[in-house]
């Protein structure tokens, strides 16, 4: 074994081993955000923008450590400042101050004969240059890395997730944008010194990246791209020592063949994990993982002992793909019968059988549901979420027609993780959702009036009374609230919405008690006014309606309270959430959007093409990044980025006309 540990008997190595050992626990810290928040190009423009402020202190004789930081410290600002012009998108003015700043560094290095020797350490490093002056330097970085992640961890995972919310819960979404930008700025200037301004963005992507492949909570993938960085070093500069290769690109090198490795090994996991057996311990994956580095390291795996099955993930359906990113699509139907399902990931468009006489369309997390008279269809999406609240999973499988039920005239779909439920308008069927996911159809029985579940039970209001019954049945418990004339209804993340006569009415749960608060309207309203139908982003907080023919209502959940925007006669609206505008299309086709406070029109686009009937009225549907309006005379669904002025982003030409459409996958 002499070959793998001579090279670490050199003080140099030794120092270099170090130090690369320091970085991956910096990288690690700001690269998992990077990475879970889709910053790479950020992440890449800040890496070469450091080289103008090396050049110039290398010029002058200064430190390049501060030259370095100088020189990041004016990007992100650069970044801050542009990303806040609503001209343009935000990775534009990235890609403005990458190339500015990373052409003013090349013209210092070009007019300078200084840099002849200087220039190749200054773009992939000298790892084995490292003195014990800048180990200490690394270990004082490391040491404000982890107090910068660990007082900012909650700020930066609401900021990851659903910024909106980071702002309702009080914790400055802009201060943590500032944090992070710090910590990551800390991260490159730490790390250059290592592998040089263009190979820093390896060591600070790889090992996070790959980590993803076996952990899902933020705290593990940090911990694994730990050993990630630290396995890359170890290998690339025992790899650089005995092949004679630069050492700073060799440790680069190895960590992004590490993510292929995961990647590798994640497919294979995920194809052989329907016959594995669950690990009895939280977190197999991860532990397996660093089993296995820490036998690399010390070269001395123990043979013949049988590999540990994989943990299945939470959520796991068998014959579903574990991905990366929601997998959403759009499950559209004619009145002619005609059924499509649009991938908006591969554009890719899915033809089912004819379906005559459909009234309406209705969908949950996964399933859409066409609607005749007589009869509901179930259409499997392909597509669903698992939250876990401080991580999620997103699955993907074939789209499939599961069947049909003899319940028609659906109005709406709500789901939880055992019951499906099927809400007419005097009916709510209810159906075993492990079932359903696995493709059977098995109903659970049916109430009378509506009925959702919510946290373990069912929410009913039938003839104005409002309980909560157990799923199993028998015990049933009223609430204080009432709903007369109930129609309409919501899930959102503080609780479940009915709309009323006079109203709604929010039911929560807060440790397996149940509450009713009413939230009238804040003036009487002639029913046709009423909100008799809620749109909103699935789980989001605030809602819309269309307010008969003087605009639209939005009900504040968090605060409790209706605000009318009278934007005179809508045929569709939506929104995002918190803060974001208020979609509202009118009869002439144009797509409008209004400030949630004031209600003054911010934004409007020319969208339908043709005219409008009752028979073919358009929807509004949204997520995170994007809103989809179904455009019945022109066969097409449009792609809004409703954060850009209503820009038109893609659209979906159809061979049927989309007169109802349901989004999956959210």
């Not at 793998?4 to 130090?19: D, I, K, N, T, Y």
């Not at 309406?360 to 609607?371: A, I, K, N, S, T």
């Not at 023919?549 to 009900?555: A, D, K, Y």
Request: charged share 15%.
């Amino acid at each position: 074994m002499e070959w793998l540990f001579a090279p670490f008997e050199v003080s140099f190595v030794q120092r270099a081993l170090w130090g690369g050992l320091l970085v991956s626990g910096i990288c690690a810290l700001a690269g998992t955000w990077v990475v879970v928040r889709g910053m790479a190009f950020l992440g890449e423009a800040m890496a070469h923008g450091l080289l103008p402020g090396v050049a110039i202190a290398t010029l002058l004789g200064g430190n390049l450590v501060l030259g370095a930081a100088l020189s990041a410290g004016a990007m992100a600002a650069g970044v801050t400042a542009l990303g806040r012009n609503t001209r343009f998108a935000a990775d534009t003015a990235i890609g403005l101050l990458f190339a500015g700043m990373l052409s003013v560094g090349v013209i210092i290095v070009s007019r300078s004969q200084s840099f002849a020797v200087d220039v190749t350490a200054l773009l992939f490093g000298d790892v084995l240059a490292i003195r014990e002056v800048d180990l200490v330097y690394l270990a004082v970085a490391l040491g404000l890395s982890l107090v910068i992640a660990v007082l900012g961890h909650r700020a930066f995972v609401a900021l990851a997730f659903d910024p909106r919310t980071a702002h309702t819960l009080g914790l400055r979404p802009r201060w943590a944008q500032a944090a992070l930008l710090g910590l990551l700025t800390l991260a490159i200037v730490a790390s250059f010194h290592v592998v040089g301004t263009l190979l820093v963005f390896g060591l600070l992507i790889a090992p996070p990246a790959a980590a993803t492949y076996w952990s899902h909570r933020i705290p593990v993938i940090m911990a694994l791209a730990v050993a990630f960085g630290g396995l890359a070093t170890f290998v690339g500069l025992l790899v650089s020592w005995h092949a004679g290769t630069a050492a700073g690109a060799t440790i680069a090198a190895i960590a992004v063949g590490l993510f292929f490795l995961s990647a590798a090994a994640s497919r294979l996991r995920i194809t052989l994990s329907a016959r594995a057996i669950r690990l009895p311990v939280p977190n197999a994956n991860a532990l397996v993982l660093l089993a296995a580095l820490s036998m690399v390291l010390v070269g001395c795996a123990a043979p013949g002992e049988p590999e540990p099955p994989a943990e299945v993930p939470h959520g796991y359906v068998e014959g579903a793909e574990e991905m990366d990113s929601a997998q959403s699509r759009l499950v559209v139907a004619g009145s002619d019968g005609e059924l499509r399902v649009i991938d908006l990931i591969t554009e890719e468009i899915t033809e089912f059988d004819r379906m005559p006489g459909i009234v309406g369309l209705v969908g949950d997390d996964r399933f859409g549901f066409p609607v005749t008279a007589d009869t509901t269809r179930v259409l499997d999406g392909g597509g669903w979420t698992v939250d876990h609240g401080d991580h999620v999973h997103y699955y993907r499988a074939a789209f499939r027609d599961i069947g049909e039920v003899p319940h028609g005239g659906a109005v709406a779909a709500h789901s939880d993780t055992a019951i499906t439920a099927l809400l007419g308008a005097s009916r709510t069927l209810l159906f075993d959702r492990a079932e359903l996911d696995s493709g059977v159809i098995a109903e659970r029985g049916s109430v009378d009036g509506l009925a959702i579940p919510y946290a373990e039970h069912l929410v009913t209001v039938s003839a104005g009374r409002v309980e909560v019954r157990a799923r199993e049945g028998g015990e049933i418990t009223p609430l204080a609230g009432q709903c007369s004339a109930p129609s309409g209804t919501a899930v959102t993340r503080r609780g479940v919405v009915f709309g009323c006569a006079d109203g709604a009415l929010l039911v929560s749960a807060d440790a397996g008690r149940f509450s009713a608060v009413e939230i009238p309207y804040p003036q009487p309203v002639p029913a046709a006014e009423r909100a008799t139908r809620f749109t909103h982003r699935a789980g989001a907080t605030t809602l819309t309606a269309i307010a008969g023919e003087r605009g639209i209502w939005v009900l504040d959940i968090a605060a409790r309270s209706w605000h009318l925007i009278e934007s005179g006669p809508v045929l569709a609206a939506n929104t995002a959430g918190v803060g974001s505008a208020i979609l509202g299309l009118t009869g002439d086709g144009v797509l409008h959007a209004y400030d949630p406070d004031t209600g003054a029109e911010t934004a409007r686009a020319q969208l339908l093409s043709g005219p409008i009937t009752s028979d073919a009225a358009p929807v509004i549907e949204v997520d995170t990044n994007r809103a989809y309006v179904n455009d019945p005379a022109a066969k097409a669904i449009h792609e809004i980025d409703y954060r850009d002025d209503l820009r038109r982003a893609r659209t979906f030409p159809l061979d049927i006309t989309p007169d109802h459409m349901v989004e999956t996958g959210r």
